[in-house]
């Protein structure tokens, strides 16, 4: 549950126009022996947040939404292009080692394997160890050989909500899921990787909506 604390004064408003809906700005203004310019604050916040609903020449109405309803909508309107980050992506033939280098030099924990420019796998920071305990000799042995592949690879579409997104890395325990677009070719389907989220994304876009006021 979301705890989200209204002002006194604003919860007195939410009161008032749920009593007396529809009310104007004045009659509420009256009710609480303010002016309508200390109350216009209150009610842009309220009405932003989807608790009232102003109609012209009406008044204020209650929406009946909670404050967790209102939130979660707003959650489940952002979708997943307009946090998209760039991928990381190799071929399956490179090298253990060169993928870890690339790991290093672009800084993410999570790099994308494609073959001839489609995803074919993922491989993570513990693919990596696995591997280098294992004694593989990471100069030979190719990324492809150690990837989580397809058909397992949890994915994401750019029309997606990053609340669908969250959910997936959460049921799937992994940091990061790759972009991708459908595409078809020579009868059978296969995916561009044009992006990346990972719980960095969704990090941010918890610090966006909190520092929202
Ligand atoms: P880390 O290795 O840093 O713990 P993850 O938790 O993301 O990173 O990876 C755990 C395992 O899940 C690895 O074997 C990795 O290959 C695999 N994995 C990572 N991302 C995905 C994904 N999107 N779909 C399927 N498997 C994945």
Redesign the pocket.
């Known amino acids: 549950m979301i705890d989200i604390q209204f002002s006194t004064r604003q919860n007195k408003i939410i009161e008032i126009v749920k009593e007396k809906q529809p009310i104007s700005s004045e009659q509420i203004a009256s009710m609480l022996k303010v002016t309508r310019a200390t109350l216009r604050a209150d009610l842009s916040v309220l009405t932003m947040m989807g608790m009232l609903d102003a109609r012209p020449k009406v008044g204020y109405f209650f929406t009946g939404q909670s404050i967790n309803t209102i939130f979660a909508n707003q959650i489940k309107d952002i979708k997943v292009k307009s946090f998209v980050s760039t991928p990381v992506v190799v071929d399956e033939e490179t090298s253990i080692y060169n993928a870890i280098v690339t790991l290093f030099l672009e800084d993410v924990?999570?790099i994308f394997v494609t073959s001839k420019g489609y995803l074919v796998g993922?491989?993570?920071?513990?693919?990596f160890l696995k591997s280098v305990i294992g004694n593989s000799d990471t100069n030979k042995v190719p990324v492809g050989l150690i990837?989580?592949r397809m058909p397992?690879?949890?994915?994401a579409y750019p029309e997606e909500t990053m609340y669908d997104v969250a959910v997936k890395i959460i049921n799937?325990?992994?940091?990061?899921?790759?972009v991708v677009k459908k595409e078809e070719s020579e009868g059978k389907i296969h995916y561009k990787v044009i992006g990346r989220i990972s719980k960095t994304n969704i990090t941010s876009l918890f610090v966006d909506l909190g520092a929202k006021k």
């Not at 993922?122 to 693919?127: I, M």
């Not at 799937?172 to 790759?178: A, G, Y």
């Open positions: 924990g999570t993922v491989v993570s920071r513990k693919d990837m989580t397992n690879i949890v994915m799937h325990q992994v940091d990061s899921l790759p």
